[in-house]
């Protein structure tokens, strides 16, 4: 049974920075596609950014030269490094792995999320 469990977000101050974390059990993040979203209320969620089984990384313009992912392959984890945070980076952040081009958002496992709050 794959689990992914998202951890690290917290409220911060505009210019701050925080480490999201995703812990995989059931499920070896080494050599698998996966990908950090985020969803505001009001919103649909959005993809913050992804990194593929070759380890190919892409970022949302949004984000770009700000947040960094990464894989802990030691701890099967997934990071995703967020600097220079702006309010409107305020949403909660799901953690998400395997590509499926029929599944939401078009990944078959999620996380159950992380809040992130910005203040200015």
């Known amino acids: 049974q794959v689990q992914l469990a998202e951890s690290g977000g917290g409220s911060v101050r505009a210019g701050g920075s925080l480490r999201l974390s995703c812990a995989a059990s059931g499920y070896i993040v080494t050599s698998a596609h996966m990908a950090w979203f985020r969803q505001a209320p009001g919103k649909e969620r959005e993809e913050v950014a992804t990194?593929?089984?070759?380890?190919?990384?892409e970022y949302a313009d949004s984000v770009k030269g700000r947040f960094t992912i990464a894989k802990d392959n030691a701890q099967n984890t997934l990071i995703l490094q967020m600097r220079s945070l702006a309010p409107e980076d305020t949403a909660m952040y799901y953690c998400?792995?395997?590509?499926?081009?029929?599944?939401?958002?078009?990944?078959?496992?999620w996380g159950q999320g992380t809040q992130v709050t910005v203040s200015s």
């Open positions: 998400a792995a395997n590509r499926c081009l029929l599944c939401t958002n078009g990944y078959r496992y």
């Open positions: 990194i593929g089984n070759y380890g190919n990384i």
